[in-house]
């Protein structure tokens, strides 16, 4: 899986692609509209992450371009413009996804597994791990082969984590997958952990193995110990 | 009180009692003139007389004109002193009493003491007192009303400059980033007035600008690092060889940096709700998005075990740009729930002309004023940033919105109406 990270922030731009090389796709940097603009033109992606405010020119623009080359690239776009006119320009020029910076490394990760699938499968897809089976489209999950009945909150989570395998993932961006930024209260913290609670309860019931474990005063890790 | 009203007004009593006053004067001069003429001719007269009786005899036909002097026989009182008197005497023809001046004196009139009284008839006088004292009243009073009129169109013109420069301050306004244009008058003070407020408005208006662009700008570069932070602690809590400080640590960067980037976005969103930068206002069904969002928060509700419920007996609409309904109602419903206490209760109330969103909670511990304003917190949680309700606000005082704060028994209301 190849990606192109197009962000003239060095230090995000690193970042994003030590997260994602982690997660096994190869990933590359462009830091200006002209890099990023021969990178696209030279190479194939699967997927690219590009940021609106780019030294030389638009990213808006390089979407464009993008689009009418190869339409099958996956498109997030990644920016400090939280204006809906911004978002809705965006997925008008045929972007996949908008995530508002500053964002979780996590979530972007989720987006992008998110939108690999759709791609890939046309949203016809299981993902597996281990005896966790997750049917996306009809958003049901099933341990060896029997069903387990999750609540909406419970599913996402359970996404989540399967999207963000053997990561540390903070309570915070947990809460903020599941109910948006503006949940910032002591409660949502609260209630992360009591959905997990219930999540590891019903899957373990049905004979999973605990793959959930609490690293203490950050959060959580989904994955064999 | 207008200005000019007000000058005129004194002017106008002023000139009337100082007018009063001349007039009396003028009437008393006059009349002085008249009475000294008319005393120093009786007292001529007198000398007539006394020379004409030394020289022939004083017989009672001498003198035929009626009225014009009597002479009797008669003693003269001890401390007589000769005076002059207003006296009415009887006019043989007309009947009518009519005004003399009189001097009365006593000589020996063959070697009889007689008793002499000379008058002259003031009627003549009067009518020139009259006269006179009308003619100058009312030159005086035409040229009081020529002034005043004068006056009163002089100041209007003169003053006209300033009325144009206070209508043009009345209509300037920050927010409409328009500078204000000033006229240039001929009189120096107006002009220098003229100069010093433009140039104060000019400051303001940069100032404005610049604080405006500041905020703005501040919060939005301000994403790109904090997005990196946020990033780079990310891949720092992956790595497993961390100690439980330096976890502790890192938390309370992490938590820190989330907060500063919610503070941020507060910011940039209130800077562009004050710049109207939201377009395509649409009608939205306020009601059912609030209670849609509600029952998107189920779980929260369920863990402080609050009762929900919801009065829809007409939907409440607006005309808004959809994000800002959405960060609208985001923003009451976290209220709701923020300081909600378990086992609460909230409360949704619809009307036609009013919407209301009531929870249970905590007394506050600030002025009810005091709730609207930017970064006054309740309760000291540090992950609210204190900015939601004074977006909430911002909204409502830009798109005619009025929100109403009430408190009854620990229950706490906001209340949406259209504004007037």
Redesign the interface.
């Known amino acids: 899986m190849k990606m192109l990270v197009v962000e003239d922030e060095q230090g995000l731009a690193e970042s994003i692609t030590a997260y994602l090389s982690k997660e096994g796709y190869r990933c590359e940097m462009a830091a200006t509209y002209q890099e990023a603009d021969e990178k696209l033109y030279l190479y194939e992606y699967d997927c690219i992450i590009v940021d609106l405010t780019l030294p030389g020119g638009d990213g808006l623009q390089l979407i464009e371009t993008l689009k009418k080359r190869s339409a099958s690239t996956g498109i997030i776009i990644i920016s400090a413009r939280n204006a809906l006119e911004d978002r809705i320009k965006g997925l008008e020029v045929g972007s996949d996804d908008y995530l508002t910076k500053p964002f979780h490394l996590s979530e972007l990760n989720a987006r992008v597994k998110s939108l690999i699938r759709r791609r890939n499968f046309g949203g016809h897809n299981e993902i597996h791990y281990h005896e966790i089976a997750v049917q996306s489209l009809s958003r049901k999950v099933f341990v060896k082969d029997q069903e387990t009945v999750l609540s909406r909150k419970e599913y996402d989570l359970l996404l989540y984590f399967l999207s963000n395998i053997d990561v540390a993932l903070t309570k915070v961006s947990i809460a903020e997958h599941l109910w948006g930024d503006h949940v910032d209260s002591a409660d949502s913290l609260d209630m992360v952990y009591s959905h997990i609670k219930n999540l590891r309860r019903k899957l373990i019931e049905k004979g999973s193995r605990d793959y959930i474990r609490s690293i203490y005063g950050i959060g959580y890790k989904f994955g064999e110990a | 009180m207008r200005l000019l009203e007000k000058t005129n007004r004194i002017y106008l009593l002023f000139s009337v009692s100082l007018y009063i006053v001349a007039a009396f004067g003028m009437y008393g001069i006059i009349k002085w003139l008249i009475y000294d003429e008319v005393e120093s001719r009786l007292l001529v007269e007198k000398r007539d007389f006394l020379v004409y009786i030394h020289h022939y005899d004083w017989k009672q036909d001498s003198y035929f004109v009626e009225n014009k002097i009597e002479v009797e026989p008669a003693r003269k009182p001890a401390h007589f002193k000769e005076t002059f008197k207003d006296t009415l005497i009887q006019d043989r023809y007309s009947q009518k009493m009519l005004p003399f001046r009189q001097l009365t004196f006593y000589v020996p009139i063959q070697d009889m003491e007689h008793r002499v009284a000379i008058r002259k008839s003031m009627i003549q006088s009067y009518r020139l007192i009259e006269v006179i004292t009308f003619t100058m009243a009312l030159m005086l009073g035409l040229l009081l009303l020529g002034t005043y009129w004068f006056q009163n169109r002089l100041s209007g013109r003169i003053w006209q400059p300033f009325y144009e420069t206070l209508s043009r301050i009345k209509n300037f306004d920050l927010a409409q980033k328009q500078k204000l244009q000033l006229p240039q008058p001929e009189i120096i003070e107006f002009k220098e007035l003229n100069e010093v407020i433009q140039r104060m408005s000019d400051k303001i208006l940069q100032d404005y600008l610049n604080l405006k662009e500041f905020t703005e700008n501040a919060s ?2 301000l ?10 602690v ?2 720092l ?2 790595s497993e060889q961390l100690t ?1 400080n330096q ?2 640590w ?2 309370t960067i ?2 820190a ?2 907060r500063m ?2 503070l941020n ?1 507060g910011l ?2 209130l800077a ?1 709700i004050e710049n109207r ?3 395509n206002e649409q009608v939205i069904n306020l009601s059912e998005e609030l209670q849609e969002k509600l029952l998107d ?1 189920e ?2 509700v369920q ?2 075990q609050i009762t929900l419920s919801i009065h829809n007996e007409s939907p409440f609409t607006v005309s808004l ?3 800002l309904a959405e960060s609208l109602i ?2 009451l419903v ?1 209220n709701a ?2 300081h909600n206490v378990t086992g609460g209760e909230i409360r949704l109330h619809s009307l036609a002309d009013r919407l209301c969103l009531s929870n249970t909670g905590q007394i506050l511990q600030h002025q009810p004023s005091e709730l609207f304003s930017r970064f006054k917190k309740e309760g000291g ?1 540090s ?3 204190g900015l939601g309700l004074s977006i909430v606000k911002e909204i409502c005082d830009n798109y005619g919105l009025q929100i109403q704060y009430t408190e009854i028994n620990g229950m706490h209301t906001f209340c949406l109406s259209q504004g007037s």
Do not use: C, D, G, W
Not at chain 2, 223 to 232: H, R
């Open positions: 939005h570069e994403q790109t690092p904090l997005a990196l932070i946020n990033a780079k990310e891949q809590i992956q439980e976890t502790h890192i938390q992490y938590e940096s989330l980037s919610r976005q940039l969103l562009k930068q939201f377009i928060m779980e929260v863990y402080k740009p959809p994000v985001t923003n976290s729930l923020r949680s992950e609210s940033v």
